[in-house]
T-cell receptor, first 111, second 111 residues
Framework: QKEVEQDPGPLSVPEGAIVSLNCTYS??????FMWYRQYSRKGPELLMY????GNKEDGRFTAQVDKSSKYISLFIRDSQPSDSATYLC???????????FGKGTKLTVNP | NAGVTQTPKFRILKIGQSMTLQCAQD?????MYWYRQDPGMGLKLIYY???????DKGEVPNGYNVSRSTTEDFPLRLELAAPSQTSVYFC??????????FGPGTRLTVT
């Protein structure tokens, strides 16, 4: 079993839709969880950062972590064409442990 | 702040040539990283550094070398370039292990 699994998509939605992006993981030691957004031919940019379980909201974006299920989600409300990008989840156990990335989900929001 | 900068943006190398990818950050981050990103394969860690004078191997270090003589700079050296090193290379930095900030990338083709 891979350490982090992420459905590569592609995912195509109409403008205004609610988007749900997910990752599962196998390492129960992970406690720091991130979502990165990567536009085409650009570097990844840190979008959301959460510690342990729970929800975090930032504007139209909500990150959820369910450590009991080893499952994290990113929700995008009122999706816009400018949200079209690849979204990568990332996580670490903290301390000296390295960041482990999912392979990314490509999202297209159609006007 | 410029954040993380990388040069060059693009490069074409012939098999057997060598080159150095430059990376600099102005955020006074201790941690710096080099990743490669191949289509559908996610980000793979090549080398990382926890501070000036300290470097360590990541997941795919073969064919690469790094040095870290200052906090700001973390160059990646490719010796005897091979077609398998055709990829997009990203440099990242962080003040903590997890919240990494990425540069814009270098697209390298080896023919």
């Amino acid at each position: 079993q891979k350490e982090v699994e992420q459905d590569p998509g592609p995912l195509s939605v109409p403008e205004g839709a609610i988007v749900s992006l997910n990752c599962t993981y196998s390492n129960s030691a992970f406690q720091y969880f991130m979502w990165y957004r990567q536009y085409s031919r650009k570097g990844p940019e840190l979008l959301m950062y959460t510690y342990s379980s729970g929800n975090k909201e930032d504007g139209r974006f909500t990150a959820q972590v369910d450590k009991s299920s080893k499952y994290i989600s990113l929700f995008i409300r009122d999706s816009q064409p400018s949200d079209s990008a690849t979204y990568l989840c990332a996580m670490s156990a903290g301390g000296s442990e390295k960041l482990v990335f999912g392979k990314g989900t490509k999202l297209t929001v159609n006007p | 702040n410029a954040g993380v900068t990388q040069t060059p943006k693009f490069r074409i190398l012939k098999i057997g040539q060598s080159m150095t990818l430059q990376c600099a950050q102005d955020m006074n981050h201790n941690y710096m990283y080099w990743y490669r990103q191949d289509p559908g394969m996610g980000l793979k860690l090549i080398y990382y550094s926890v501070g000036a004078g300290i470097t360590d191997k990541g997941e795919v270090p073969n064919g690469y070398n790094v040095s870290r003589s200052t906090t700001e700079d973390f160059p990646l050296r490719l010796e005897l370039a091979a077609p398998s090193q055709t990829s997009v290379y990203f440099c990242a930095s962080s003040s903590q292990r997890d919240q990494q900030y990425f540069g814009p990338g270098t697209r390298l083709t080896v023919t």
